[in-house]
């Protein structure tokens, strides 16, 4: 059974870092693997997505990579803002078409 | 842009309560997903189905059921409403199984059962 982990569970950093968050699965047989944002309360935003056979993703600030073999992914944030602050959370899709996620890391960015 | 959508916010009902959350989304998508949050526990999967009329259980079926009658629209039926579903309802939608396919979510629905 797909089991996803994310690590560290929460994460607070000043602003202007960069930072990374990770995302473990293990087993490598899915089609793809999805970052979404959420804020309190509401629903999940996609951020990116990365395909089986593509290595990375870049969207602005945000640069995910793949690592199908090891199992692992990384959502890396340039350069954070306090606006940053949410929970960021991984999913992977298997080949049944189900989303697997992990639990998700709350990240909070200081002024 | 897609749009998932989902019938209420906020609802509170009462226990023993037949209750039904609805979720529509525009796009065409073959998968539809229902999922429960909870704080310390994640998304949990409580049903999915992958076309109309067609379902299968995720982890944890127990005390919900889904109709999908038409391909735009999920319904996820609490038989009879009892507290411990309390909890944030997620909808979600995505196209197929291909490796390109982006899965979208609904805005969510905040339960709560008295």
């Known amino acids: 059974k797909q089991e996803v982990t994310q690590i560290p569970a929460a994460l607070s950093v000043p602003e202007g870092e960069n930072l990374v968050l990770n995302c473990s699965f293990t087993?490598?047989?899915?089609?793809?693997l999805q970052w979404f944002r959420q804020d309190p309360g509401k629903g999940l935003t996609s951020l990116l997505l990365i395909q089986s056979s593509q290595r990375e993703q870049t969207s602005g600030r945000l640069n995910a990579s793949l690592d199908k073999s090891s199992g692992r992914s990384t959502l890396y944030i340039a350069a954070s803002q306090p606006g940053d602050s949410a929970t960021y959370l991984c999913?992977?899709?298997?080949?049944?078409?189900?989303?697997?996620f992990g639990q998700g890391t709350t990240l909070q960015v200081k002024p | 842009d897609v749009k998932v959508t989902q019938s209420s916010r906020y609802l509170v009902k009462r226990t023993g309560e037949k209750v039904f959350l609805e979720c529509v989304q525009d796009?065409?998508?073959?998968?539809m997903f229902w999922y429960r949050q909870d704080p310390g526990l994640g998304l949990r999967l409580i049903y999915f189905s992958y076309d109309v009329k067609m379902k299968e259980k995720g982890d944890i079926p127990e005390g919900y059921s889904v109709s999908r009658e038409k391909k735009e629209r999920f319904s996820l039926i609490l038989e009879s409403a009892s507290t411990n579903q309390t909890s944030m309802y997620l909808c979600a939608s995505s196209s197929g199984q291909g490796a390109w396919t982006e899965a979208f979510f609904g805005q969510g629905t905040r339960l709560t059962v008295v």
């Open positions: 796009m065409d998508h073959e998968n």
């Open positions: 999913a992977v899709k298997e080949d049944t078409g189900k989303l697997i």
């Open positions: 087993d490598s047989a899915i089609y793809n």
